[in-house]
T-cell receptor, first 110, second 117 residues
Framework: SQQGEEDPQALSIQEGENATMNCSYK?????LQWYRQNSGRGLVHLIL?????REKHSGRLRVTLDTSKKSSSLLITASRAADTASYFC??????????FGKGTRLSVIA | NAGVMQNPRHLVRRRGQEARLRCSPM?????VYWYRQLPEEGLKFMVY????????ESGMPKERFSAEFPKEGPSILRIQQVVRGDSAAYFC????FGSGPSADTQYFGPGTRLTVL
């Protein structure tokens, strides 16, 4: 069954605004990762957050993890047109394969 | 340092033919993962291989699909007697270590888009 579910399914914002995407999952996890996929391309790894971490930053990206609510959020600050892509969360539970959600399609309008 | 390479990038097959998809992992990586992505969907895990071993094939259809990662050469995902429902993007990823409590980042290739006519 699908582990990660992103919300919203689609998001459209103006350049310079912040974009927040959420991911909920069902079972205990060891790690949660966020990936970006540009149209017709492969996935690019953004951030990995472990289950004992609550927040991580990387440049304009901020990821939070709330294991009590089984949810994570990805915040992109000061968005740019180049951030337009689909964003996926993926979880693993120890020695298990990564399980991906369906993704959030972000459109940043210049 | 080349990333994960996949070929071909696009593959067209008629129903009943065989499709062979190749994946060369990043240098120094000995773990390979295959995923399938349908339009507007996330990636679905198919199989996890190390050199000469299949570690986890829980996501692989029982029939017509097979995968290998020989000692020398790329990993191959083979689909026999393709059907229209096999049309999808197939992504390969590699990592230096396997998944586990110290999960290692998986690096993805650009994918092979299979179209079955």
């Amino acid at each position: 069954s699908q582990q990660g579910e992103e919300d919203p399914q689609a998001l459209s914002i103006q350049e310079g605004e912040n974009a927040t995407m959420n991911c909920s999952y069902k079972t205990s996890i060891n790690n949660l990762q966020w990936y970006r996929q540009n149209s017709g391309r492969g996935l690019v790894h953004l951030i990995l957050i472990r289950s004992n971490e609550r927040e991580k930053h990387s440049g304009r990206l901020r990821v939070t993890l709330d294991t009590s609510k089984k949810s994570s959020s990805l915040l992109i600050t000061a968005s740019r047109a180049a951030d337009t892509a689909s964003y996926f969360c993926a979880t693993d539970s120890g020695n298990t394969p990564l399980v991906f959600g369906k993704g959030t399609r972000l459109s940043v309008i210049a | 340092n080349a990333g994960v390479m996949q070929n071909p990038r696009h593959l067209v097959r008629r129903r009943g033919q065989e499709a062979r998809l190749r994946c060369s992992p990043m240098k120094g990586h000995s773990h390979v993962y295959w995923y399938r992505q349908l339009p507007e969907e996330g990636l679905k895990f198919m199989v996890y291989l190390q050199k000469e071993n299949i570690i986890d094939e829980s996501g692989m259809p029982k029939e017509r699909f097979s995968a290998e990662f020989p000692k020398e050469g790329p990993s191959i995902l083979r689909i026999q007697q393709v059907v229209r429902g096999d049309s999808a993007a197939y992504f390969c990823a590699s990592s230096q270590f396997g998944s586990g409590p110290s999960a290692d980042t998986q690096y993805f290739g650009p994918g092979t888009r299979l179209t079955v006519l």
